[in-house]
């Protein structure tokens, strides 16, 4: 009966953790070896059509790693593959953890290189590390940071040292170097913020191959800036999420202008200063037509600057930035109009961002570069000033 129970729990654990049409690539009892074969895909389609997600055992996570090194990705499951697609798909972390934890627990299908014991403490060791509890769900990419900046070998975690015996046998990979090589180069690919990977070109394809994440190409950059400069200029409204009106600010103060390389910002500004009658309309995050050539502008038009976590921060700063303007997402306001009301309204860079970060630091998810000042950001400062004249206002 209590076995039961716990099936039942478990087994609604994981589709809740695929909710809101989600469709779920699963863990339980999908690999029997790092390599991997998936026999159990469930599919839910929604409104918005179907995301799968993945549920993974993290050791699966740092088998995927030890696989790059050893140059040797066509051994990846299914579910890597799903996150090498698109590695911001949600990406849901289960483990035998048992207790309190055992509602997520997947049963010991995919246990390999030892006991029920070892394979335990090996997943738990890496959740210590990345200081993630089973069950999570996060965007892949979020996760893949945290394992890539905690976990610089996996001695300890995937060996049994000392310790080894029949009950464990630790990976034969363990100590071959293979995580070491493919963690240098994931971080080498990785693009951590706005400003990384800026010199990354198509003749840089073929090297990062193997890599899960790859950058946006500087050629597809500068294409997608060209297009969307355009679009701005036959647009009946330009479409900018909330906060980064600010950031255009914090530019402007920084005497960035166009052609601005990450983002159209820059550009924005200077149009909207010669076209009196531009406009603006509200988008719901991050809109191509600012974005376009950011290297943290995924395939889905989804931002994932600060390591994916940006996702949550810049949401935040936006409905923040929209409650004091008192705006809606979709509305449509005079530009010169606009960032006149945001001028009064908003006079320090702290008070929406500044504390969007406060009491915690990396790798939390609340965590951002911009988020720990408590005194408007200098080039706030200036760019306010500065604009405030371009656009009529007495501060
Ligand atoms: S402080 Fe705020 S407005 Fe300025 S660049 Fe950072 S996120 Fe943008
Ligand atoms: S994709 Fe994100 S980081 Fe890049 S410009 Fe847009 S909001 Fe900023």
């Not at 200077?270 to 050539?293: G, H, L, S, T």
Request: proline share 5%; net charge negative; charged share 25%.
């Amino acid at each position: 009966m209590k076995k039961k129970i716990t099936e039942i729990s478990r087994r609604r654990f994981i589709s809740n953790s695929a909710c809101g049409g989600l469709a779920t690539l699963g863990a339980t009892g999908m690999l029997t070896s790092c390599m991997g074969t998936d026999n159990e895909i469930k599919k839910e389609v929604s409104d918005q059509g179907v995301i799968k997600s993945v549920v993974i055992r993290p050791y699966q996570l740092l088998c995927a790693v030890c696989n790059i090194g050893e140059d040797n990705t066509a051994a990846d499951s299914e579910k890597i593959k799903a996150i090498r697609q698109n590695p911001d798909r949600p990406v849901t972390l289960v483990c035998n953890a048992g207790d309190i934890f055992a509602y997520q627990d997947p049963g010991p299908a995919e246990d390999m290189h030892g006991s029920f014991e070892f394979n335990r403490k090996r997943d738990l060791e890496i959740l210590q590390r990345i200081d993630l509890p089973p069950g999570i769900t996060l965007p892949g990419r979020i996760i893949l940071h945290r394992i890539w900046d905690s976990i610089e070998s996996v001695k300890g975690i995937c060996d049994c040292g000392e310790m080894a015996s029949e009950s464990c046998k630790g990976c034969p990979k363990a100590n071959s170097g293979f995580y070491e090589k493919g963690r240098e180069i994931s971080l080498l690919y990785a693009v951590p913020g706005w400003n990384s990977q800026l010199d990354f070109t198509e003749a840089d394809l073929q090297g990062a191959q193997n890599a899960i994440i790859v950058p946006r190409t500087k050629e597809e950059r500068t294409a997608e800036k060209e297009r969307s400069i355009e679009a701005m200029k036959k647009a009946k409204a330009i479409g900018v999420r909330p906060h980064i009106l600010l950031c255009a600010i914090c530019q402007y103060g920084l005497g960035d202008r166009p052609p601005f390389e990450t983002d159209n910002l820059p550009e924005m500004i200077q149009y909207i200063i010669k076209n009196p009658e531009a406009k603006i309309r509200i988008a719901e995050a991050a809109d191509w037509m600012m974005c376009a050539p950011c290297p943290s502008l995924n395939k889905e038009g989804h931002c994932y600057n600060v390591k994916g976590r940006a996702g949550l921060t810049s949401q935040l700063r936006d409905v923040r930035v929209l409650h004091k303007l008192e705006l809606s997402y979709g509305d449509v306001i005079n530009a010169q109009e606009l960032y006149r009301r945001i001028i009064e309204r908003i006079p320090s860079s702290a008070m929406i961002c500044g504390s969007i970060s406060q009491g915690v630091e990396d790798p939390s998810v609340w965590d951002d570069e911009c988020g720990h000042h408590t005194e408007s950001l200098p080039e706030f400062v200036r760019g306010r000033k500065e604009l405030a004249k371009e656009f009529g206002v007495d501060i």
